[in-house]
């Protein structure tokens, strides 16, 4: 079983609707990555969380280290939010790296 | 700022060759790290560096090799290309893999045949 796993695997939404993507990890973490990754192939930083919630535009996190687990939601979904998003846990204790997610594909029709 | 660059951007081997596919940062980050990534698969770890002079395996080390001679560059090095090496290359950074946000390079997509 993968440490990071992420549902839906594959996500279609209509324009304007509330996306969810999840993430569950099965390991002790101290930090917590979403990532976007653009049809091009370039990836992008979202989030670092390591408890509670941030907001960035119609983008929230949350994250609740009780249930390990972790959601990204888009509010307002528009069709240049179509990428895959990755979610990514640094493991606890000395470890410095990071472990990731298959990613979510979410695409957004106009 | 140019950020995290790689290059090349495309590249095709044959078996049994060798190349190294160069990384370099401009933001003094200290965590350097490379990834690939295959279909169905995600990002996997390959190597790290937390700084100058100090590297560590990840979960693909086999077949690569890396160095940390500076904080801005993180060659990656493939010995003798096989096709399971087939895949996209990444490179980022950071501050380090905790509490800071992760820097990506382009990516280099690499064929071997």
């Known amino acids: 079983k993968n440490e990071v796993e992420q549902s839906p695997q594959n996500l279609t939404a209509q324009e304007g609707e509330f996306i969810t993507i999840n993430c569950s990890y099965s390991?002790?973490?101290?930090?917590l990555h979403w990532l976007q990754q653009h049809p091009g192939g370039g990836i992008v930083s979202l989030f670092m969380?390591?408890?509670g919630k941030k907001k960035h535009g119609r983008l929230i996190a949350t994250i609740n280290i009780q249930e390990k687990h972790s959601s990204l939601h888009i509010t307002a979904s528009h069709p240049r939010d179509s990428a895959v998003y990755i979610c990514?846990?640094?493991?606890?204790?000395?470890?410095?790296?990071?472990?990731f997610g298959k990613g979510t594909k979410l695409t957004v029709n106009p | 700022n140019a950020g995290v660059t790689q290059t090349p951007k495309f590249q095709v081997l044959k078996t049994g060759q060798s190349m190294t596919l160069q990384c370099a940062q401009d933001?003094?980050?200290?965590?350097m790290s490379w990834y690939r990534q295959d279909p169905g698969m995600g990002l996997r770890l390959i190597h790290y560096s937390v700084g100058a002079g100090i590297t560590d395996q990840g979960e693909v080390p086999n077949g690569y090799n890396v160095s940390r001679s500076t904080t801005e560059d993180f060659p990656l090095r493939l010995l003798s290309a096989a096709p399971s090496q087939t895949s996209v290359y990444f490179c980022a950074s950071s501050y380090s893999p905790t509490y800071y946000e992760q820097y990506f390079g382009p990516g280099t997509r690499l064929t071997v045949t």
């Open positions: 969380l390591s408890s």
């Open positions: 990514a846990v640094k493991r606890g204790g000395g470890s410095e790296k990071l472990v």
């Open positions: 390991v002790g973490i101290s930090a």
């Open positions: 933001m003094n980050h200290e965590y």
